[in-house]
């Protein structure tokens, strides 16, 4: 079955731990994606990669990591320095060509809580 | 980060009813995309658009392509129980580099009393 695997499910972070979240995808996606939702605020996008060993920072990559060592794994750590890091995390996928329509698809999600 | 403006935020129905949607931008979009999201669960595509005022329908789905090309509509007809979730829209604004990024609307939850 081709599509975007998140795991765990569900992780629990204590104070001043990094957690790693991960992502992987079989479907020769090019570029991948990371998100986090909140309550009320739809999607807001942490990090992306267009191409292995290449990613940028999106609009909320403060106290967050990523490494793209592999066209199909993106994983993300959420680092000590996110003060604030319980969310539902989204991982998504697409191609990434000159003039491509991004469509991107999604993963199960993460839900990650403080302890 | 930028944002779309979608209503309404929630909307409460009985089943049977029609249902609509949309989504405003102040950028002009070249695709708008119509995604559901169930509890727990991640955004699954329903519909995109890729032309201005293209219309497009998925079973009983339509969505439309605004003709200024900055924003969209979400109908749904007939709701049933299992239309329950989060919509969200989201449209790209050009080809290429970082303009090919997706940019989010806040999303309508909708509920179905059956």
């Known amino acids: 079955d081709g599509g975007i695997t998140q795991s765990p499910k569900y992780l629990f972070r204590k104070e001043g731990q990094n957690v790693t979240l991960s992502c992987e995808q079989n479907?020769?996606?090019?570029?991948m994606y990371w998100y986090r939702q909140d309550p009320g605020q739809g999607l807001r996008l942490i990090y992306y990669?267009?191409?292995?060993?290449?990613?940028q920072k999106g609009d909320i990559a403060e106290g967050y990591s990523v490494s793209r060592e592999k066209k199909e794994s993106f994983p993300l750590t959420v680092t000590s320095a996110q003060k604030n890091p319980t969310a539902f995390y989204l991982c998504?996928?697409?191609?990434?060509?000159?003039?491509?329509?991004?469509?991107?698809?999604f993963g199960a999600g993460t839900r990650l809580s403080v302890l | 980060g930028q944002q779309l403006n979608q209503s309404p935020q929630s909307m409460f129905i009985q089943e049977g009813e029609d249902v609509s949607m949309n989504c405003t931008s102040s950028?002009?979009?070249?695709?708008w995309l119509w995604y559901k999201q169930d509890p727990g669960e991640g955004p699954v595509l329903l519909i995109a658009?890729?032309?201005?005022?293209e219309l497009t329908s998925n079973g009983r789905l339509t969505a439309q392509f605004g003709i200024t090309r900055k924003d969209s509509f979400l109908n749904i007809s007939a709701s049933i129980p299992s239309d329950v979730g989060i919509y969200f829209c989201?449209?790209?604004?050009?080809?290429?580099?970082?303009?090919?990024?997706?940019?989010f609307g806040t999303g309508t939850l909708l509920a179905v009393q059956p």
């Open positions: 989201a449209g790209q604004l050009g080809y290429g580099g970082a303009t090919n990024k997706l940019i």
């Open positions: 950028s002009i979009f070249n695709t």
């Open positions: 658009l890729y032309k201005a005022g």
């Open positions: 990669s267009q191409i292995v060993n290449d990613f």
């Open positions: 479907l020769n996606h090019d570029a």
């Open positions: 998504a996928s697409s191609p990434w060509a000159p003039l491509a329509k991004n469509i991107q698809y």
